[in-house]
């Protein structure tokens, strides 16, 4: 059994197992070289050959084939699915007395701890987001027609944390449209509460949304935007200090993907920088993970994307991320310092990176199509013994 995206020549590598490539090739009728570049991905087989391949390896032709997985269906079961049918409104339904505010409050925040700091952070999430959504829509609604407005803004900003989560869940599974849908709920919670530092974090959220989009100028433009509404807005220094900086980092992001490397580094430096030394590391003012330390990831993201690795690996390796709140951004910077040691085809670096990766965040790992590459990359290129890992890896990831 092997992944639905595993490419054609990485099927034909798996089920020849440890059968000789040259012996393969042979009795195939084709050069050894050739069977290697097909394995590698440089050439793709003619039907004939494909035919011949799986007739020697004893597999069905379909079986050799590349196929993308189908699109998610709106009916199924699948615990991902669940999480997108609760937001849409067919999820489980509530008809007895709303949970206490108090109470949907504390389980929203362990369920954003939980989805920051564990390893199994997608299983978990799964199991307890669609419950967790029914809730607090069924609390909202009942708080919507309430005239207790100190309980309604409280359900409102429940609401609008459990909806900044859903966006950041939604979008690692690949649901960007839900994502964005996820976003916007959360704005709208935010602004009802009419509490200051949720409609920043929000906004955060939404320009995430729209990176993930691939709407890197949007993000740019709304970011800018709502770090002007912030700077300007009451709340405590510290956040308003934290979500400005944020905010400028969205920003920093959108400069990067439209390849203007030189306005995202400056806008790092000269806005976001500045915010960071007035922000602690461990204080995560909206889940943001804002501080000195993802400043530095920034700026291996900025480099690793613009090509410069020599400065993006130097960068890193200043870096101590171990007083970090979140395993995704750890997740994040280990996958890229992993990408940058592949563009220098370091392939004993980026096995050593991905076994670290699979240490801290397994789920994570076999989900990212970035990871994917990477390890498929090692087999393909690296010696024989890293070769063997990175498959033994693949194995453990469902690749094959």
């Known amino acids: 059994m092997v992944a639905a995206d595993l490419p054609i020549g990485d099927r034909i590598r798996h089920y020849r197992g440890g059968r000789r490539q040259d012996a393969v ?5 084709i050069s050894p070289d050739y069977l290697s570049q097909i394995e590698r991905g440089l050439k793709v087989p003619s039907l004939p050959i494909l035919y011949a391949l799986a007739q ?50 504390d389980r929203v925040e362990s369920a954003w701890h939980s989805w920051q700091t564990s390893g199994k952070r997608f ?22 027609a309430s005239s207790d407005a100190a309980h309604r803004r409280a359900v409102l900003r429940t609401a ?10 939604l979008r690692r599974i690949g649901r960007a449209d839900l994502a964005t849908l996820a976003a916007d709920r959360a704005m709208r919670a935010a602004e009802d509460a009419g509490d200051p530092l949720r409609v920043a974090t929000a906004q955060w959220n939404l320009g995430h949304a729209l990176l ?67 922000v602690p590391d461990g204080s995560n003012i909206g889940w943001t993970v804002f ?26 390796d200043a870096i101590d991320t171990a007083g970090l709140p979140s395993v995704e951004r750890e997740f994040t910077f280990g996958l890229e310092v ?29 989900r990212t199509p970035l990871a994917r590459q990477l390890v498929l990359t090692v087999i393909r290129r690296a010696r024989a ?5 990175a498959e033994q890896l693949a194995v453990r990831m469902g690749l094959v």
């Not at 944020?246 to 490397?261: D, F, H, I, N, P």
């Not at 330390?293 to 690996?313: K, P, Q, R, Y």
């Open 212 to 278: 993930a989009a691939n709407q890197p100028a949007q993000a740019e433009e709304l970011a800018l935007r709502a770090a002007e509404q912030v700077a300007a807005a009451q709340m405590p220094e510290v956040e308003r200090t934290a979500m400005g900086g944020a905010l400028q980092l969205v920003a920093v992001l959108g400069a990067a993907r439209r390849r203007r490397w030189w306005e995202a580094r400056e806008r790092l430096v000269q806005h976001a920088a500045p915010a960071a030394r007035e």
């Open 291 to 316: 501080g000195p330390t993802n400043i530095a990831l920034h700026a291996v993201s900025i480099e690793m994307e613009a090509g410069e690795t020599g400065e993006a690996l130097n960068t890193a």
């Open 56 to 105: 020697e390896l004893g597999v069905p032709a379909s079986a050799l084939l590349s196929e993308q997985p189908p699109p998610e269906d709106a009916t199924s079961d699948g615990p991902d699915t669940a999480v997108g049918r609760a937001l849409l409104g067919h999820g489980p339904a509530r008809s007895d007395r709303p949970v206490a505010a108090g109470v949907l409050r």
């Open 385 to 389: 013994m890293h070769a063997r890992q």
């Open 123 to 144: 299983t978990t999430a799964a199991a307890t987001l669609p419950d967790l959504v029914a809730d607090v829509e069924h609390a909202l609604r009942a708080a919507r």
């Open 25 to 29: 090739a042979g009795l195939v009728g």
């Open 338 to 366: 992993a990408a940058c040691h592949s563009q220098r085809r370091d392939d004993a670096a980026v096995l050593l990176a991905l076994l670290g990766l699979e240490a801290i965040a397994p789920e994570d790992l076999a």
């Open 160 to 169: 609008a944390d459990l909806y900044c989560l859903l966006r950041s869940y």
